[in-house]
């Protein structure tokens, strides 16, 4: 294994082309779902207290019907796969940290198992009549922002010469200060620029392969990378 890089990547609307966790609540919550969320994205209430909401509006007994939708309609972002085997090919680790469920995560992924590293998320809790969530990764001295599944602590357990982070959104925020090389779009672009925090832009992973081809051979990017 290529112990000078590690790569970590979202799974909500970067693996995959739209964010789960919101298709999830479109299709199966009442419409209180859309308030919750809004106080997620507006940092009113925490993203842990903010999941744990969402999911308690939906039944335990609708488990079985959201991962058959979720696996019949949810799109991987195209170049995944080629991405993968690009990492494989050079003996880099590639790990999955998703704030979402293990139910659905770890099932959606398995196409993809034997190319990921490992995969960090929260479990789904079916014993009671609507959705618990046990939060697994939980924020430490890294990040106090509650994040439930923190990034920032995951990323932190890790040695390597440079960590490369790939993400989408709010949820991705607490993997700033542990990580050497942001990819970023969507919301998350828009928040690292007023952040003033360097990211490199992408759509979709062909562009993520192009890019991280470059900055191998870049001096700066070994100079930050401590090569």
Same mark, same amino acid.
């Given at each position: 294994?290529?112990?000078?890089?590690?790569?970590?990547?979202?799974?909500?609307?970067?693996?995959?082309?739209?964010? $789960?966790?919101?298709?999830?609540? @479109?299709?199966? @919550?009442?419409? &209180?779902?859309?308030? $919750?969320?809004?106080? !997620?994205?507006?940092?009113?209430?925490?993203?842990?207290?903010?999941?744990?909401?969402?999911?308690?509006?939906?039944?335990?007994?609708?488990?079985?019907?959201?991962?058959?939708?979720?696996?019949?309609?949810?799109?991987?972002?195209?170049?995944?796969?080629?991405?993968?085997?690009?990492?494989?090919?050079?003996?880099?680790?590639?790990?999955?940290?998703?704030?979402?469920?293990?139910?659905?995560?770890?099932?959606?992924?398995?196409?993809?198992?034997?190319? !990921?590293?490992?995969?960090?998320?929260?479990?789904?809790?079916?014993?009671?009549?609507?959705?618990?969530? &046990?939060?697994?990764?939980?924020?430490?001295?890294? =990040?106090?922002?509650? =994040?439930?599944?923190?990034?920032?602590?995951?990323? +932190?357990?890790?040695? +390597?010469?440079?960590?490369?982070?790939?993400?989408?959104?709010?949820?991705?925020?607490? +993997?700033?200060? $542990?990580?050497?090389?942001?990819? @970023?779009?969507?919301?998350?672009?828009?928040?690292?620029?007023?952040?003033?925090?360097?990211?490199?832009?992408? &759509?979709?992973?062909?562009?993520?392969?192009?890019?991280?081809?470059?900055?191998?051979?870049?001096? @700066?990017?070994? &100079?930050?990378?401590?090569?």
């Amino acid at each position: 294994m290529n112990t000078n890089f590690v790569v970590f990547s979202d799974f909500d609307g970067t693996i995959t082309e739209r964010d $789960v966790i919101i298709s999830i609540m @479109a299709k199966f @919550a009442p419409p &209180e779902w859309k308030s $919750v969320m809004r106080d !997620i994205l507006e940092e009113k209430i925490t993203i842990s207290e903010g999941v744990q909401k969402l999911f308690s509006l939906i039944p335990s007994s609708r488990k079985d019907e959201i991962l058959d939708w979720v696996l019949r309609n949810i799109k991987i972002r195209t170049g995944f796969k080629e991405f993968l085997e690009f990492l494989n090919k050079k003996n880099i680790p590639f790990i999955v940290l998703s704030g979402g469920l293990d139910f659905y995560v770890y099932e959606y992924l398995k196409p993809y198992r034997e190319l !990921i590293t490992d995969i960090y998320c929260n479990r789904a809790i079916f014993k009671k009549e609507f959705i618990e969530i &046990e939060f697994i990764y939980e924020c430490n001295s890294v =990040c106090k922002n509650d =994040c439930g599944m923190c990034k920032g602590y995951v990323i +932190a357990k890790y040695e +390597a010469g440079c960590k490369i982070h790939i993400g989408d959104s709010i949820t991705d925020l607490s +993997a700033i200060k $542990v990580s050497d090389i942001l990819f @970023a779009r969507g919301d998350l672009v828009k928040r690292l620029r007023r952040m003033s925090i360097d990211f490199i832009e992408f &759509e979709n992973f062909y562009t993520v392969i192009d890019k991280f081809n470059l900055i191998l051979n870049s001096e @700066a990017f070994k &100079e930050k990378c401590h090569k």
